[in-house]
């Protein structure tokens, strides 16, 4: 796959959804909604910036995020907070299902870095992976 060179939302969105349409058919699923669960993870080892500690300490704080569930607009208003610069990488998987509802879990790294740095390219919707 090749480098990617571009982040903004609209993309950011897009390979969001692309990354739960691989989970729904891998795992056979049916909802007509989905939200997410944001989990920031903290790499041992990782330096922080001081955009990277803006973004633990404000938005993706425990209080501001932990165990609460954001709708797909909001989920990606929260992580491209800082676009074009978005988490280096971002692990999806299925939480459950809450009637028509699917639940998914973001788990984000805190680096936030530009499109070129970002891992997961070669899935072909960066910086997102399913877990499946």
């Known amino acids: ?3 990617v060179t571009q982040m903004n939302s609209e993309i950011f969105f897009n390979n ?6 691989e989970i729904k058919d891998k795992k056979g699923l049916s909802f ?11 790499e041992r080892g990782k330096p922080l910036n001081s955009a990277d500690d803006l973004m633990r300490l404000n938005i993706l704080s ?10 797909l607009s909001v989920t990606v208003d929260i992580l491209c907070g800082l676009q074009p610069m978005v ?4 692990n999806v998987s ?15 790294s805190l680096r936030f870095r530009k499109p070129t740095l970002l891992r997961n390219a070669e899935t072909g919707h960066p910086p997102f992976k399913a877990i499946v």
């Open 16 to 21: 969001l959804m692309a990354t739960v349409m």
């Open 87 to 90: 988490p280096i990488w971002i």
């Open 62 to 71: 425990e209080e501001n995020v932990g165990g609460k569930k954001f709708p």
């Open 1 to 3: 796959m090749e480098r």
């Open 32 to 42: 007509s909604e989905c939200i997410f669960m944001i989990e920031a993870v903290e």
């Open 94 to 108: 299925f939480v459950e299902m809450d009637g028509d509802t699917a639940i998914f879990k973001l788990e984000s």
